[in-house]
């Protein structure tokens, strides 16, 4: 057995990855080779290139992250390959998918290819979109969540007490992760605190987010105590250094299938105010989506409290045990109905 993680490398080159896909391939393949099973991340930008790898370095399974490889070519890679399982994994929920309209319908014709082989899947890295499929299309639908590997143990952390508040609200702009609620909850825990506000944004990725930038800086512009910080696109091992600088984080998404950027405060020991659709955060971290102040009444609650770091941590090892026990199904089986 040998997992080889896929996903197309915008970048063509062997750097770091700075995009969702190559760090969650990344913290995948570190958790099963924790758990000592062989895994490779392999960037790529076309079937070929997964083909040519095969030739040279045969493995059992290749799971390709996101639908974006013609079906064509993924029919003749399960042909020329027949003792390797082959999955696509789509990496986001239907409201995220809403945007690409070539997902869905690579969607549907895998659904279609995987009927007529023994050796492609489809799948899904959450439940919510894994049951939808089955029940809409009637179809055979993994489930592969995303792992997040996590190094020692619940990290330790001083809880703020005074100074400067730095909230950070991180990610790709769009209009589905809700950032203008976020500043205006960020604003009200600071007043709330009686505490001068940096609120930190990801800048260089406005993925049809329209104005919403420009909304957040005419919300805070000539507000005497509070700094936008414009946090221009980092890899990931400088993300990581970002977001162990701040005291909490906001992702209040409308829609979301996992969220690594919770799951990166989780490691460095920052809480985040989260929505209903991340599902393995704590309850106590959730709060109404539409809802500046209840996301504030929460971010003020998890500022003060002494096990929120704790929390968090536990709630991510537990997802990670869930989608360990997933993927080993996956694994483990040579022909899946």
Same mark, same amino acid.
């Given at each position: 057995?040998?997992?080889?993680?896929?996903?197309?490398?915008?970048?063509?080159?062997?750097?770091?990855?700075?995009?969702?896909?190559?760090?969650?391939?990344?913290?995948?393949?570190?958790?099963?080779?924790?758990?000592?099973?062989?895994?490779?991340?392999?960037?790529?930008?076309?079937?070929?290139?997964?083909?040519?790898?095969?030739?040279?370095?045969?493995?059992?399974?290749?799971?390709?992250?996101?639908?974006?490889?013609?079906?064509?070519?993924?029919?003749?890679?399960?042909?020329?390959?027949?003792?390797?399982?082959?999955?696509?994994?789509?990496?986001?929920?239907?409201?995220?998918?809403?945007?690409?309209?070539?997902?869905?319908?690579?969607?549907?014709?895998?659904?279609?290819?995987?009927?007529?082989?023994?050796?492609?899947?489809?799948?899904?890295?959450?439940?919510?979109?894994?049951?939808?499929?089955?029940?809409?299309?009637?179809?055979?639908?993994?489930?592969?969540?995303?792992?997040?590997?996590?190094?020692? #143990?619940?990290?330790? =952390? +001083?809880?703020? %007490?005074?100074?400067?508040? *730095?909230?950070?609200?991180?990610?790709?702009? $769009? @209009? &589905?992760?809700?950032?203008?609620?976020?500043?205006?909850?960020?604003?009200?825990?600071?007043?709330?605190?009686?505490?001068?506000?940096?609120?930190?944004?990801?800048?260089?990725?406005?993925?049809?987010?329209?104005?919403?930038?420009?909304?957040?800086?005419?919300?805070?512009?000539?507000?005497?105590?509070?700094?936008?910080?414009?946090?221009?696109?980092?890899?990931?091992?400088?993300?990581?250094?970002?977001?162990?600088?701040?005291?909490?984080?906001?992702?209040?998404?409308?829609?979301?299938?996992?969220?690594?950027?919770?799951?990166?405060?989780?490691?460095?020991?920052?809480?985040?105010?989260?929505?209903?659709?991340?599902?393995?955060?704590?309850?106590?971290?959730?709060?109404?989506?539409?809802?500046? #102040?209840?996301?504030? =009444? +929460?971010?003020? %609650?998890?500022?003060?409290? *002494?096990?929120?770091?704790?929390?968090?941590? $536990? @709630? &991510?090892?537990?997802?990670?045990?869930?989608?360990?026990?997933?993927?080993?199904?996956?694994?483990?089986?040579?022909?899946?109905?």
């Amino acid at each position: 057995m040998q997992l080889a993680l896929a996903y197309k490398n915008f970048a063509a080159n062997r750097a770091v990855s700075h995009i969702g896909l190559g760090v969650t391939a990344l913290n995948t393949a570190k958790a099963f080779r924790a758990a000592g099973i062989p895994a490779d991340v392999w960037p790529i930008v076309s079937a070929a290139e997964i083909a040519a790898r095969l030739r040279t370095t045969p493995v059992s399974h290749v799971v390709i992250s996101a639908p974006w490889i013609p079906t064509s070519d993924l029919a003749r890679l399960s042909a020329e390959f027949p003792e390797t399982q082959f999955a696509v994994n789509c990496h986001s929920n239907l409201g995220f998918l809403q945007a690409d309209p070539n997902a869905l319908r690579l969607l549907r014709e895998g659904l279609d290819l995987a009927r007529c082989n023994w050796n492609f899947h489809v799948a899904a890295n959450c439940e919510r979109l894994a049951r939808w499929v089955r029940v809409a299309y009637g179809s055979p639908c993994l489930e592969l969540p995303n792992i997040y590997y996590l190094e020692g #143990g619940v990290p330790k =952390r +001083t809880r703020y %007490r005074a100074g400067t508040l *730095r909230i950070g609200a991180f990610g790709a702009t $769009r @209009a &589905l992760k809700n950032l203008l609620t976020s500043a205006g909850a960020a604003l009200e825990i600071a007043n709330a605190r009686r505490a001068d506000l940096e609120f930190w944004i990801s800048a260089g990725r406005n993925e049809g987010a329209g104005p919403v930038l420009d909304a957040v800086r005419q919300m805070m512009q000539g507000v005497p105590h509070v700094k936008l910080v414009e946090n221009g696109w980092q890899s990931w091992l400088q993300f990581r250094q970002t977001v162990r600088h701040m005291h909490l984080l906001l992702q209040p998404s409308y829609t979301e299938s996992f969220n690594v950027v919770t799951a990166d405060g989780v490691a460095e020991g920052v809480p985040s105010v989260v929505s209903h659709a991340i599902e393995w955060a704590p309850n106590d971290w959730k709060a109404e989506v539409d809802d500046a #102040g209840d996301i504030a =009444r +929460t971010g003020l %609650r998890l500022l003060d409290s *002494r096990w929120a770091v704790r929390k968090g941590f $536990r @709630a &991510l090892q537990a997802h990670n045990r869930r989608a360990m026990g997933e993927w080993n199904g996956f694994l483990s089986s040579p022909f899946l109905s």
